[in-house]
């Protein structure tokens, strides 16, 4: 058997200042969402390569917020946010703020959607004020981030 | 002496799915802030004249969340959103939702910037994730409900 890693697509919108990343698993709704709001599975997969997560807080509840630190080579750096609304197995809604960067605050919202055969199309959308913000924070290589969080969630959910 | 009303600007942004209010206030940072945050205060002139603000919840602070219900002639409505940041007398970053539609997610950052002789210029800017959303909410008659509103508060902030 061919083990295939999903591909992970990371799409700027043409129209408006948003990322949109797609990116299916092989794991239902239900755990993928579990590992997005259980911070004890949270942070081992969130980041790229080589980086621990640290969280302060995680309050995953609809009126929740959420902080925790970033830190590898070298580097260090906080991060928080207001969870807005938690539908389970659905989708979360949340903002993101890179702590260096006060006014920089997206708004994201994460699509669960159930395949069937136990698989789950992820769609995460990032929404902030300005085209310059979003094609800064996507030169500032989020995708390596992304797409190793992503294949570590992978390893993850293989042995839930 | 002649009392000339402040005139409330509402900018639709022409590159990004964004509204932007302008409003001077004859009062410091300080008060038109308070205003803001204290909900005794913020239920007397958010809204419509003729509506009734019901505060729920108004935890206002950094990470906390807010639910109301606005009613008047007939109609109801419950209102919702998080604190994703407040800095005082500066800065408030919240979402804002109207419940009937849940996925109309809006992230709103409103300042207040000193202009000196007692006066603040306040700045509210409400985005959404696309052109449609943000002309429907214009073209909802949220003008009358801005414009008194602030009205209001003007008779608040000269009677406080």
Redesign the interface.
């Known amino acids: 058997m061919t083990t295939k890693t999903n591909e992970t697509q990371i799409i700027v919108d043409p ?4 990322v949109r990343i797609i990116r299916e698993f092989d794991a239902p709704p239900e755990k993928v969402f579990r590992a997005h709001t259980d911070p004890d599975l949270f942070k081992q997969w969130n980041g790229p390569d080589g980086y621990e997560t640290e969280i302060e ?1 995680f309050d995953c509840r ?4 959420w902080r925790l630190k970033s830190s590898g080579e070298g580097w260090e750096g906080w991060f ?6 938690i539908r389970p197995n659905s989708v979360i ?1 949340q ?1 993101f ?1 890179y702590e260096d960067i ?1 006014d920089g ?3 994201e ?1 994460i699509e669960f959607e159930d395949l069937g055969v136990g698989r789950t199309r992820l769609t995460a ?1 990032s ?5 310059e913000s979003r094609d800064a924070f996507v030169a500032s290589g989020m995708e390596v981030g992304v797409v190793e969080g992503y294949q570590r969630l992978d390893g993850i959910l293989a042995a839930d």
């Open positions: 129209d408006v200042p948003l807080t609809t009126g929740g917020s928080r946010g207001s969870f807005h609304e809604i903002t703020n006060p605050v997206a708004l919202r959308t929404l902030v004020d300005s085209f």
